[in-house]
Structures are given as C-alpha cells and as structure tokens.
C-alpha cells in the first residue's frame, strides 16, 4: 500500500519543520541548556505541526547522540524505534475518543512506572480540549507533581477550552498558520522529489486552499498526482476544487462595481452550470474583494496576487468606496457560510452579490406592527404603583405645577435622533443570531430572556432593530430603558457594531388597539390616546398577565 504524502514527508528533524521557527527555537535552546519542561502545550490550527513536533521532542530527549545539538540523529536504536512507531515509552493518547475520568485514571497509574527503554516517558494528548471536567481534574494531579521520568505534550486546536488551572501548569507554544511561500516551497521539493510535474500557478493555487495548513496542502498535491496522472495543471486544480477560473472572478467584480444585478446573476449561474462550486466561488470572491479592499487603503497588493493581474486589481479597486468593499467582503464572507447548509447552495451567493450591488436601504416590509405609544417619565413625582380603584375608578395623578416646563415632544415613530447614527445591518444579518442573543441574556437577566423569547425581529427601520412581540405587557417590559440597554448592548456584542432596538405590537396578536383606518395593516395606531394599562406586580404568575391581556381586566390592591 502506498503512503500518504503528508506522512511519507512528515519532518523527521526540527531543521524540516515549516513555518514554526518561534517554536523550534524555544525547543532547542531547552534540549541545549538541560531545562526541558515537565509538560508543554501546543495550540494553532490544524495541519500546523503540533503532533510531529511532539514526536521530534519526544526523540530529542531521548536521543543517545552524545552532542544535543545533534538530536535527534535518526540513527540511535531511540530514534529508529520512534521512526517505526515501536517504542513503549512513548505514548499517544486521542482525547477525542478517550475522554472519560476513567481513561484519565488508567494514564495516572500507568505513569508511575519508569521506562522500559528510553530516558522519558513522553505522553502526547491530541485534542486534550476535548477531556471531560472531571478528566482534566484528574490529569491536574499528574500535572501537579509529575515523576521525574514523565513528559507531558498536550495538544489542541482550541485552547480556550482548556481549564485554566491545566494551562498554568504548562509551557503553552503557539503554532501559526503556514505562510503561503513555505507551503509553495515545500510543496516544490515534495513534487520534484516525487516526480510529480506541477505549474507554479497550481501550486500557488493549492496552497491559497490548504489556508495555512501544510497536512492540507499535501494532501490536495497528493489527490491531484492520482487525479491528473502526476501533471497538475491550474485547470485541473480547479476542476478537482470546483473553483472558478480568474476571469469568472474579475468579471464578476465589474458587475458589482457597475451594480449590474442582472450581468452579475447570469455570470454566477453560468460559472455554476460549468460546475463551480458555490462556496468555493464565494471565498474566492471575499479572496478577491479583500485583496481590493487592502489596495483601496493604500496597502501593498497582496503577495497572492500574480504580477499579470496587479494593475486590474488596482483598476478595479479605484471603482469602490472603502465603505462598499468592507460590505461586499463581509456579505461574501457570510455567503461561503451559509452555502454549506443552503438547499439551493447558489442562493446565498446570488442574495450576496445583490445586497452588495444594489444601494442601501431601509429592510423589506415586516409583518404589521403597532407602534408603542409615546411614554413620558414624571419629572417631578416618584414612580406610580399599581393603579388603586376608588368608587370604582381608578385614582387619577396630581396634576403638574403651573409653573413646570412640559417635557420636549416625543419623536415621531421612525424617527431617530441626529445625535445617533444608523447602524448599518440587516434583518438577515440578526436573524442567525437570535438564539445567540437569548442565550447571552439568560446568562445576566432570567426575567428579560423570558420576555424576550415571546419576541422575534421583524424588521429594520431608520437605522434601528424592531422586535415584535404579540403581548403589549411584555413590549413594555422590554421597552423600559434598562431593558432595552441591556438587550441592545448583547447585539452590539453580537454584530460587532452599534445597534439600537424598538420594541413594537404585533398587529392581530391580542392587542386592544385597532389598526389606524389609514395605514391599514401597516403601523396599527391607537385613534386617542387610552389610559396607560398597569402591568401586573413582579412575581405574579402567567394567569395574571393573560387576565390583563386579554380580558382587560386591572390590579386591584387591597389595604
């Protein structure tokens, strides 16, 4: 059976490894100078190197060449058992299959024991994030006071998982993605090596697909050697990825800088019918429009960017605003997304291309909503309790003092202040971020998580986020101005920019106020203004609320 490229090259010395100098150095000075670590963690994306250069570690400190700048020598009976994977006093544990306490445990007892051949025992745990709380309780024991014999290399893509008491334990190295031009170079030697036949624009190509990570970028050469009879050619890297060709991509960026919806749909559902990959041709999209954006702020062309092509890309960038390029490239970015789970995998690509086209305005027609009405704070008396029926009829506030300024009209609905600028979103930017949204408020506010799971947006109007709700008492609730902070603080967080929320009624949902004889099933208004209804006690239950809502009936406190 043949093997794998990416194994049959895997760095078999810390001089082969790509890409990570920071971390070679670290590792070296540390064999050099006697003071290797009693555990190490390796975090970076993967295909980066963590596991092979937990390998080579594993071999340097046991190597038995007497001169350590040497090691490892790969010719000590040491290295050659690593090399053939046979040595007992190395030990590869997957965390991802192994992540119970009891997996945790059988390792502690085990580690005791010295070794049978080398110097160190070296454990290496892939994908440590994924132990289990009690797993990694377990492991902090070892950790802790580790046997002098015991090396600890734990490896992960996601180290924000890990507890922070493991990682305070460790000495934590940070793997980067590969640069473009190593994994170009690597994947020369690899193919002259091989004798595989590529072009320089293929191997540019595979590498910009492999996004830093050297295992990819062999493995692609690999299939392409078996896919192309060992010639690879851009067109065949292309067909094997479902990439569009560059004129598909430079085309398509004229349409969107002449805002030519219908030039840019007919180039999107040709390049598919050749069979492009949707996604693909969105990331080769947000690739491009990148690339534009940088050179429109004054940066150098990107190193991507073949010299036959450099003045279109400055010719193109010259035809947008910076403003239109950080919007195209997020839209075509969210595109590559949402094509993976799209029924029609096309149509997040096409939706992106006309939002980036076509000028901004305000979000298409909700359902009917009804307008809160206009809510005024008292300046100068406390806040009112529930309403206290007399005689039947409810007691009426003190009139104000005559000589107090009356508070500064509301604002029309729809209307925003000059002072707060419109937030640039849509209501398809929010919607996937619902549930995120009521998630980040059940963790600081039960009650307005609560209130806000009746809730759910329903459009985007002056530059503000309206968030429907079919009881007006839960509308209100929301409305209150700690409320609304809070809840527009999550989406902020959320969208990575300012958002301002109104809360409106569903038309139609058990509101008492008809819709206004002009608008419609447009913004329902009351004809007169009606008596604020009090909302019931906080800690009453739902019966309450729904006798409020929906039989008009009123709190009445006794005594």
């Known amino acids: 059976m043949t093997q794998a490229l990416y194994r049959k090259w895997r760095p078999q010395t810390f001089d082969e490894v790509v890409g990570q100098e920071h971390v070679v150095r670290t590792l070296r000075n540390a064999l050099l100078s006697g003071q290797v670590h009693h555990a190490y963690l390796f975090a970076g994306p993967r295909g ?12 340097a400190v046991n190597c038995l060449d007497p001169e350590p700048a040497h090691r490892p020598c790969n010719q000590c009976a040491i290295c050659r058992a690593i090399n053939e994977g046979r040595l007992m006093d190395l030990i590869e544990m997957d965390a991802a299959s192994n992540t119970s306490v009891e997996d945790v445990r059988e390792l502690r007892e085990r580690v005791g024991y010295r070794p049978s051949e080398a110097r160190y025992k070296v454990y290496i745990i892939d994908e440590v994030h994924m132990l289990s709380t009690a797993a990694f309780n377990a492991l902090l024991k070892t950790l802790e006071e580790p046997p002098a014999h015991a090396i600890f290399v734990l490896a992960t893509t996601e180290p924000h998982r890990i507890p922070a008491t493991v990682l305070s334990r460790c000495q934590r190295l940070d793997f980067r993605r590969v640069p473009l031009t190593d994994i170009v170079a690597r994947l020369r030697r690899v193919a002259e090596q091989e004798g595989i036949r590529a072009e320089e624009d293929a191997l540019s190509l595979i590498a910009r697909h492999a996004t830093g990570s050297m295992r990819d970028a062999e493995s692609l050469l690999d299939q392409l050697a078996a896919y192309t009879g060992r010639v690879i050619t851009v067109e065949a890297v292309r067909t094997a990825l ?38 693909q041709l969105a990331r080769q999209m947000t690739d491009h429009l990148r690339a534009l954006m940088m050179v429109r702020l004054g940066a150098p062309v990107p190193l991507h960017i073949p010299d036959s092509l450099q003045l279109t890309v400055q010719s193109q960038a010259a035809r947008f605003t910076p403003r239109q390029l950080t919007r195209a490239v997020r839209l075509f970015g969210q595109a590559a997304t949402d094509a993976r789970a799209a029924w029609q995998p096309q149509l997040p690509l096409e939706l992106a291309f006309l939002e980036a086209a076509l000028p901004e305005e305000a979000g298409p027609p909700g359902p009917a909503l009804q307008e809160p009405p206009a809510r005024r704070e008292p300046t100068a008396f406390p806040r009112a309790s529930p309403s206290i029926q007399t ?86 609730k929301v409305n209150e101005e700690t409320n609304r902070r809070a809840v527009e603080d999550a989406l902020t967080q959320l969208l990575g920019r300012p958002v301002r929320v109104r809360c409106v009624l569903l038309t139609g949902s058990g509101s008492k106020n008809p819709a206004h004889p002009t608008l419609g099933r447009s913004l329902a208004a009351p004809s007169r203004p009606s008596p604020p209804q009090p909302s019931p006690p906080a800690g009453e239950d739902g019966l309450i609320q729904a006798a409020v809502e929906k039989l008009g009936a009123r709190v009445v406190k006794n005594g």
């Not at 004129?247 to 805002?259: E, K, P, Q, W, Y």
């Not at 003190?398 to 640039?424: D, I, K, L, M, N």
């Open 242 to 279: 479902g990439t569009g060709d560059e004129g598909t991509v430079l085309a398509l960026a004229d349409a969107l800088a002449a805002r030519d919806a219908a030039r840019g749909l007919a180039i999107i559902n040709d390049a598919t019918d050749r069979g492009t990959d949707p996604r």
């Open 48 to 59: 980066t190197g963590k596991t092979t250069t937990a390998r080579l570690l594993a071999k």
């Open 391 to 476: 005689a039947g009829r409810p007691t009426a506030p003190a009139a104000h003092p005559s000589s107090a300024s009356p508070p500064p009209p509301a604002p029309p609905p729809g209307r925003e202040s000059p002072s707060e600028p419109a937030a640039e979103f849509s209501l398809e930017e929010v919607t996937p971020h619902w549930n995120d949204l009521l998630r980040r408020l059940r963790s600081i506010n039960h009650s307005l998580a609560a209130l806000m799971r009746d809730g759910k947006p329903v459009n985007v109007e002056g530059g503000a986020l309206l968030i429907g709700f079919p009881y007006a008492f839960h509308r209100d």
